[in-house]
């Protein structure tokens, strides 16, 4: 749904390089590069950013 703010095993905040990441990977640059240069050395925040899916489009059709 929405990134979560802290990497949830080690409590890192990375809820913030989401975007940077995203547009930077969509430019065509290499994730694992772009994850270095932010700082998101740890694999457990490089999966909270991988594994993510934005699924808050396809909610925001729904009505509640």
Not at 23 to 51: F, H, N, S, W
Not at 52 to 63: F, G, I
């Amino acid at each position: 749904m929405i990134i979560p703010v802290r990497c949830f095993s080690c409590g890192k905040e990375i809820g913030s390089q989401y975007e940077e990441f995203l547009k930077r990977v969509q430019k065509g640059e290499q994730p694992g590069k772009v994850m270095d240069e932010l700082g998101i050395e740890r694999y457990c925040c490089r999966r909270m950013i991988l594994a993510h899916v934005d699924l808050m489009d396809e909610l925001l059709q729904y009505k509640v």
